[in-house]
């Protein structure tokens, strides 16, 4: 996809035996394999116990090849942190170039690869992709036409809902859940010091808690379209074909429905 700007993915991958055959990474790979076109440049950082560890981190290069990005693509190498975890790579190659940044940036990380392995993780993670990622256009016109608007995402989550332990404590109490979001960098960074807003992002949950803290849902600093009201709960409440039917439209449903079907045959080698 040729674009005047930058549309760059910032993907941050713990790199182990275990991960690099996990299925959680084969619908990953897969599902950024679908939009390989999209991105211009791609960071993917590396996260690692044992940096040294070659052999393991050619392997990696060869399944990220497959991929087929189009844009330019830099591999980074970082020692894994197993308390900050994504926070490392979000803080170094984002947050730290909140000014720099031209364009449009897509933060992931191959969300669930620390949980049960069940079909509602894999749906929720194809909807993260899906929703991100199938209306592109909409999100270019959001964060750079929309002069208003800092971050898209589907879903945002309003944590008083949170039917568990909120571990979060940013100042608005919400966030985009998965910590699966787009971002106009420059915006966000003329608008926190247009208000004078500081961020730390010395905490396990800096980049999962940085929209919700820096501005209000209500303000409609995120797009919102009402047809993706829902996906943000998949995981949230682990039943996820239940809700996204309950509140989207049949047209929606089936469209990710064959989005997903189509990605987990791709994943079984069917």
């Not at 991105?39 to 950082?45: C, K, L, P, S, W």
């Not at 044992?50 to 189009?70: M, Y």
């Not at 509602?120 to 002069?147: A, P, T």
């Not at 949950?205 to 379209?225: L, Q, S, T, V």
């Amino acid at each position: 996809m040729k674009s005047d700007f930058p549309i760059r993915l910032v993907f941050h991958y713990y790199l182990t035996e275990e991960s690099l055959s996990s299925i959680i990474t084969k619908i990953h790979f897969t599902c950024l394999k679908h939009y390989s076109n999209i991105f211009t440049d791609i960071i993917f950082v590396v996260s690692m116990d044992d940096t040294t560890n070659n052999n393991l981190l050619s392997r990696l290069e060869i399944e990220v090849c497959k991929i087929g990005f189009l844009g330019n693509l830099q591999f980074k190498i970082i020692e894994n942190n197993p308390i900050r975890r994504e926070v490392d790579t979000f803080t170094t190659e984002i947050f730290n170039k909140l000014n720099e940044l031209e364009g449009i940036t897509l933060f992931s990380h191959c969300k669930g690869l620390s949980n049960q392995l069940t079909e509602d993780l894999f749906y929720w993670i194809v909807s993260m992709y899906y929703f991100n990622l199938e209306y592109i256009d909409d999100v270019k016109m959001y964060l750079l036409e929309y002069n208003a608007r800092l971050f898209y995402g589907p879903s945002p989550v309003k944590l008083e809902e949170d039917p568990g332990e909120q571990a979060w404590n940013n100042k608005y109490s919400w966030v985009f859940p998965g910590t699966i979001y787009w971002m106009n960098t420059k915006r966000i960074h003329k608008y926190m010091k247009e208000n004078n807003i500081e961020y730390l992002t010395d905490n396990r949950w800096a980049a999962e808690n940085f929209p919700g803290d820096i501005c209000p849902m209500e303000r409609k600093y995120y797009a919102h379209p009402s047809q993706y009201f829902g996906i943000g709960y998949c995981y949230w409440y682990f039943h996820s074909r239940e809700y996204i039917k309950a509140m989207n439209t049949n047209t929606t449903v089936n469209s990710l429905n064959e989005f997903y079907n189509k990605i987990m045959n791709l994943v079984n080698g069917e």
